[in-house]
Nanobody, 122 residues
């Protein structure tokens, strides 16, 4: 059973930066894709970014050019660097892991982290 533990997040003013990390353990042989979803109050959970074990990346249009996803396969950890943050980036961010069917964001993953709050406000 894969377990995901997130760290990072917090509060920042518009234009600021934050970083998230997510470490996987247990059953990691089944992981090909890792990444991040977010869910704002009253909205559906949406894919932010996903990365495969070979480095293919998928970003939501709303974060392209501002967010960077990366992965350290030796540590089974995925990172999300968020720059030029906007108030609309405020949400709970969830790490996920799974196989290639979750790369596009058309299907919700089954394995999630605990979620971490990101608040962008002046």
């Amino acid at each position: 059973q894969v377990q995901l533990v997130e760290s990072g997040g917090g509060s920042v003013q518009p234009g600021g930066s934050l970083g998230l990390s997510c470490a996987a353990s247990g059953g990691i042989f089944s992981i090909n894709v890792m990444g991040w979803y977010r869910q704002a109050p009253g909205k559906q959970r949406e894919l932010v970014a996903a990365i495969t074990g070979t480095g293919s990346i998928n970003y939501a249009d709303s974060v392209k050019g501002r967010f960077t996803i990366s992965r350290d396969n030796t540590k089974d950890t995925v990172y999300l660097r968020m720059n030029i943050l906007k108030p609309e980036d405020t949400a709970v961010y969830y790490c996920f892991a799974g196989d290639l069917q979750y790369f596009s964001g058309r299907k919700y993953p089954r394995v999630w982290g605990q979620g971490t709050q990101v608040t962008v406000s002046s």
